[in-house]
């Protein structure tokens, strides 16, 4: 069985910084692609950033320039950089994970931009 575990989260000023991390564990042996997905109250999941197993990276425009995914093949891991955080940004941030053609989920981290 799969898990995902995430970490990192909490509440950070407007304009401050955090960096969350989503670790893989159990029978892997290769994860195709890995995202970030965010859901705010009342809205829809969205897909924040997602890389591929290459390292191709694609993002929402509306974090374009302020965050950045990478991943550590070797550790299962899933990384976002947020930068110049924005009360609009706060969200449940949600990994996830391609593991032979079946999705897998996280329990989500909260983040809070707020003064």
């Known amino acids: 069985q799969v898990q995902l575990v995430e970490s990192g989260g909490g509440l950070v000023q407007p304009g401050g910084s955090l960096r969350l991390s989503c670790a893989a564990s159990?029978?892997?042996?290769?994860?195709?692609?890995m995202a970030w997905y965010r859901q705010a109250p009342g809205k829809e999941r969205e897909l924040v950033a997602s890389?591929?197993?290459?390292?191709?990276?694609n993002y929402v425009d509306s974090v374009k320039g302020r965050f950045t995914i990478s991943r550590d093949n070797a550790k299962n891991t899933v990384y976002l950089q947020m930068n110049s955080l924005k009360p609009e940004d706060t969200a449940v941030y949600y990994c996830?994970?391609?593991?032979?053609?079946?999705?897998?989920w996280g329990q989500g981290t909260q983040v809070t931009v707020s003064a």
């Open positions: 159990g029978k892997i042996f290769s994860i195709n692609d």
């Open positions: 890389i591929t197993n290459g390292g191709i990276t």
């Open positions: 996830n994970a391609v593991i032979l053609n079946q999705n897998y």
